[in-house]
């Protein structure tokens, strides 16, 4: 089977590719990725067989948290080239028949942006000020923020500025949240979403996309309950339809997919109700712990709570917030997933981080539903987590007094070519965060055409997956022993053994695709996930 570009639902089943634009693939030899290396690699990305790609934040963008904080929504920033360069972009991934959805950014702009430099200079009281979330401070002179809400970055959710009122950051000073009352704001993004559609991307993955609407009288975090005032508050799903109601006027099947931290599963639900989003990350599966009764309990509950409106589920293991799972697997169950993991820490085995990642992987890929993937899990990238302190960027290390060392270690520019400068990220040595030397063995050089490699595995599964309709099927569960995940996925037979003990493949049917070596005696060894028909 082969996947219709030209249908409206290829969303339902996609594998989509996330390119971290800055770590990526750099042409111009100044250290940090660019559009033009990315479009030098999309043949790459269809020789890995994936159907779409979704590119982080490439806008003008003071680079205050790494371009998540937008200072022109319709415009390249120069250190990733050009609009020009965007559109070139574009046209090059579509021509390979690759889809593409960039990042819209939509709860905070930069405070470089022109509205918010508008806001500062109009001061209290006007048009300028509400298009964003300004307060008096509170105590007798206010000084004192308005709110004790904190910011996810550290430190509190409130700056002041020279007049004496106070402006809310969900995230970083630099991140100013909108103010999404104001129907101003909704025009504005509305005009956002046709300027990218009309440039003829496929859709949007929608930043905080749970942030947006904050409780009425932004009240502190006790009095509201639930996800808390700033989160997931039922408002935001207005927003959502009117945005669905603009994609649906586009041919082709444009999509929204949504990054909501959100629990439980039902409220992610809400999300992707059939007139709003497409897709919301299904963030619950990726924390869920190597540990076969939580997997199982995961998958199913998530089918459920997605089919339960109509969509389907959007599977992913990693991006540039977590630690990548070539890691986290091997770490201890629940342990903190933003946060990184410094040189003195204790540090996840490579070798059982990536049997578990290929296992796990292999496991996703077999899911029904869509799933996406992070640049460099398919070269079973680890985690760096011997960066030095010294030469981080997440602004979360400087903002939490140097305690949260961030996301840094999942960000490091991508090996291509293990004998080149900077590993073949550009034509020099520079990488804006360094390399580190272990990266020349998951090189794809290292990997491309190598028997049992990470890349090959990848690049099989992703292949079958097309051939057998993977994704596209339903799922009926197998009772083959409490450590394994064991169902049927069309004709495909699907068994990931999380247990100690090796588990005999059942009669009948032969393996096609296998996450590492069988044993001796043709069993499934431990961490590892096979698909048999
Ligand atoms: C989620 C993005 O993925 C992350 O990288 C960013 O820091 C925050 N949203 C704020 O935009």
């Not at 996840?348 to 981080?353: T, V």
Request: one cysteine or more.
């Amino acid at each position: 089977m082969t996947t219709d570009h030209a249908t409206p639902t290829w969303w339902r089943h996609a594998v989509i590719y996330q390119v971290y634009p800055r770590s990526f693939a750099d042409s111009d030899g100044d250290g940090i990725g660019d559009l033009p290396g990315a479009l030098s690699h999309l043949d790459d990305l269809v020789e890995l067989g994936v159907d779409a790609v979704w590119f982080s934040p490439f806008y003008r963008s003071p680079m205050a948290d790494a371009g998540y904080d937008v200072s022109d929504y319709r415009d390249v920033d120069p250190i990733f080239g050009t609009l020009a360069d965007a559109d070139a972009l574009l046209a090059a991934a579509h021509g390979r028949g690759l889809k593409v959805i960039v990042d819209l950014v939509p709860n905070h702009s930069s405070d470089q942006h022109r509205w918010f430099q508008e806001a500062l200079a109009a001061g209290p009281g006007s048009a300028a000020r509400a298009r964003y979330v300004f307060r008096d401070g509170a105590g007798d002179d206010g000084a004192y923020p308005p709110n004790g809400w904190q910011s996810v970055f550290g430190g509190a959710a409130w700056s002041r500025v020279p007049d004496g009122q106070w402006y809310l950051h969900l995230f970083h000073p630099g991140q100013p949240d909108l103010n999404w009352e104001n129907p101003e704001v909704r025009a504005e993004f509305e005009d956002i979403l046709r300027f990218w559609l009309d440039r003829g991307v496929d859709g949007f993955r929608v930043d905080v996309a749970h942030g947006l609407v904050k409780a009425v009288g932004l009240p502190d975090q006790d009095a509201a309950g639930g996800g808390g005032p700033m989160w997931d508050q039922d408002g935001v799903h207005e927003i959502y339809r009117s945005w669905r109601k603009i994609l649906d006027g586009y041919p082709g099947g444009r999509i929204m997919v949504a990054e909501a931290w959100v629990s439980p599963p039902e409220r992610l639900g809400r999300y992707v109700r059939g007139d709003e989003m497409h897709q919301a990350f299904n963030f619950e599966f990726l924390q869920a712990p190597w540990d076969a009764t939580r997997q199982r309990e995961v998958i199913a509950t998530s089918l459920a709570t997605t089919a339960a409106v109509g969509a389907p589920t959007t599977w992913v293991l990693s991006n540039h917030d977590v630690v990548r799972h070539a890691t986290r697997l091997a770490g201890p169950a629940g342990a903190p997933l933003h946060q990184g993991i410094g040189a003195a820490d204790p540090h996840p085995d490579l070798a059982l981080g990536l049997r578990r990642a290929r296992a796990a992987t292999a496991l996703m890929l077999a899911l029904p539903g869509s799933a996406y993937l992070y640049q460099g899990e398919e070269l079973g990238l680890p985690e760096d987590v011997r960066l030095p302190d010294e030469v981080r960027q997440d602004p979360t290390w400087l903002r939490s007094g140097h305690t949260i060392r961030g996301r840094d270690g999942c960000r490091v520019p991508l090996p291509w070519v293990a004998d080149a400068p900077s590993y073949g990220f550009g034509p020099g040595p520079s990488s804006w965060l360094p390399q580190p030397d272990i990266w020349a063995r998951y090189a794809l050089d290292r990997q491309r055409g190598v028997a049992g490699s990470t890349y090959e595995l990848y690049r099989r599964a992703l292949a079958l997956r097309r051939e057998y309709g993977l994704g596209t099927t339903g799922l009926i569960w197998l009772d083959l022993g409490p450590d394994v995940v064991a169902f049927r996925a069309g004709t495909v037979l699907v068994l990931a053994n999380l247990g100690t003990a090796g588990v005999p493949v059942p009669d009948g049917v032969a393996v096609v695709l296998a996450s590492g070596p069988l044993a001796d005696d043709g069993t499934v060894p431990t961490d590892t996930t096979v698909w048999a028909r």
